[in-house]
């Protein structure tokens, strides 16, 4: 494939002598939305926490295989340094209790200790808010505390404090699972808008969601990649028996 | 018939939980009243001001063992919360045998007679430095503090969300800077009040400063030389033959309680204000 920016080759992880993952190969394009769809329990959080290299700091964490970032090992680089290029939003929205607004938005320079001049801080603050069409909300609260927000403005929160350290990829762990279907339906559209400049891996057990938002659907079940293919593709004609069972709302 | 019998049942327990309730408070509020009008009498602006006099002399006051307790309190202080911080941290993100001995040891340390502590103070500080201290009156009173920051610190710490620390992983924070710059600021509400509590524990203690801390009928801020206090100055007066001794200690202890009680408001203070929402 072309335009590659993430390749995970032969991965494997799981937890103790628990394999959850069994070799998952995947190319992900750049600039485009890829979703990660299936039941709960398959594996798709611990799959892109592989991606930032999250997964190693729960005890007992156990992987093989090789992620490939812009044809770098990632394994071979600082987690720090990865963590830095792959920004990571939750399921639930955390942003710091102890900051406001405004620090929220350069907490990865702030916990970081790179240091900024005035002016830059508030264009980054500025300038990522609305990115994440959260500026016109908070432009006058900018310090307040950020967990006074709602939850869809704290989950914005949240994508703004990633994408204001210019990540290449941006993991979203379903954003949406803890917030009403308002504040998900913007979210969704900002997911979208957000591929102009950044590369979005989407995990989603909401099959809808997937076909809304993304260019790109990996179908996981049981550890297993049963399929990956063009969202469009998949959701009109999916190959495998089980992916069609799933779509049509069989199990999971 | 039944229900009458149950409604009976209801207010006498309501009587009895009341009654009890408030016999609890009664020796609380005798020991107030006791020291509050005993001591108040005691009390006038030179008493704060003035050092002791010899015995047979009228007059006399406490300065002494004010600035004493302040200088011990601050020595426990500088000692106890570095060490208890750390420890706390530790022992909230460490967890394997060694923690667990660790936990049990603190217990331990909690459980250990004040006199001991005195004792332990007494061989660390005062025999190798060759003379009593306001230091070795301090190290012995941070050894009684200690476990009281390190159980209060694992505790509110260990109640930090460990999504906030994942978030700052996933910013590409390294560990160290999350721990202080994440997980310390959200407990430091609970990490400062447990600071205070240990001073209160710490304020009234007289054994471990009997053989440390000795007392000093002098006014010294040096400490490096022995120093009164609070509750030292009120064990050697309340032994004493002199009836207006007496009055000086009824005073100092009604100084003593009033230090305690705006220690105890004010940590109430910083508890509710300072609580980190998550």
Not at chain 1, 53 to 73: C, N, P
Not at chain 1, 78 to 92: D, H, T
Not at chain 2, 217 to 227: A, E, S
Request: charge should be positive; charged fraction near 20%.
């Amino acid at each position: 494939m072309e335009n590659t920016i993430l390749k995970i080759v032969n991965l494997s992880a799981g937890f103790g002598k628990n394999w959850v993952l069994k070799n998952i190969n995947l190319e992900i394009e750049k600039n485009k939305v890829i979703a990660i769809m299936g039941p709960s329990g398959c594996g798709k959080s611990t799959l892109i926490r592989c991606i930032n290299r999250m997964h190693e700091i729960t005890s007992g964490a156990i992987l093989e295989g090789r992620i490939y970032l812009d044809g770098k090992d990632i394994f071979l680089m600082p987690p720090v340094a990865v963590r830095r290029k792959i920004g990571m939003v939750f399921q639930r929205p955390n942003p710091f209790p102890t900051m406001s607004i405004y620090d929220n938005v350069i907490a990865g320079y702030i916990l970081n200790g790179i240091k900024l001049k005035r002016e830059e801080r508030d264009r980054i603050v500025e300038e990522t808010l609305k990115k994440a069409y959260l500026w016109e909300e908070v432009k006058d609260v900018l310090y307040k505390r950020g967990v006074f927000l709602s939850g869809g403005q704290q989950q914005r929160l949240c994508i703004a404090r990633a994408l204001a350290m210019d990540p290449e990829i941006l993991l979203l762990d379903e954003p949406t699972s803890s917030l009403d279907p308002k504040a998900t339906s913007m979210i969704e559209e900002l997911i979208i808008k957000l591929k102009k400049t950044v590369t979005v891996v989407l995990v989603t057990h909401n099959r809808a969601q997937a076909a809304r938002v993304s260019d790109y659907t990996a179908f996981l079940y049981l550890g297993e990649i049963i399929e990956f293919d063009k969202t469009s593709r998949m959701f009109t004609a999916p190959k495998d028996k089980r992916t069609e069972e799933y779509l049509t709302g069989k199990f999971g | 018939m039944n229900l009458k019998r149950r409604i009976l049942k209801d207010k006498l327990l309501k009587i009895l939980v009341i009654f009890f309730s408030l016999s609890t408070l009664l020796p609380l509020f005798f020991v107030l009243f006791t020291v509050v009008k005993n001591g108040i009498a005691a009390i006038d602006l030179k008493f704060f001001t003035s050092l002791p006099v010899p015995a047979g002399e009228q007059g006399g006051g406490i300065l002494n063992s004010i600035v004493g307790t302040f200088l011990l309190l601050i020595i426990a202080f500088l000692i106890a919360s570095p060490f208890g911080i750390l420890v706390g941290i530790f022992l909230t993100e460490v967890q394997n045998k060694f923690t667990d001995l660790l936990k049990i040891l603190v217990n331990v340390l909690q459980g250990v007679p004040s006199i001991v502590m005195g004792i332990i103070g007494y061989l660390l500080v005062v025999k190798p430095m060759g003379g009593f201290s306001a230091l070795s009156g301090g190290v012995a009173l941070a050894f009684m503090m200690l476990p009281v920051v390190i159980k209060n610190t694992e505790e509110t710490l260990r109640l930090v969300p460990s999504y906030l620390k994942e978030a700052s992983f996933s910013l590409g924070t390294n560990y160290t800077r999350t721990i202080l710059r994440v997980v310390l600021p959200a407990g430091m509400g609970g990490v400062f009040s447990g600071i205070l509590i240990g001073i209160l524990r710490i304020a009234g203690e007289t054994a471990p400063l009997l053989f440390t801390a000795f007392g000093n009928p002098f006014l010294n801020i040096n400490p490096l030389k022995p120093v009164d206090a609070l509750p030292l100055l009120i064990f050697n007066y309340a032994m004493s033959p002199y009836e207006d001794w007496y009055k000086i200690a009824w005073g100092a202890s009604f100084v003593l309680i009033m230090i305690v009680l705006i220690l105890t408001i004010i940590t109430k203070f910083i508890v509710r204000r300072w609580k980190t929402q998550f």
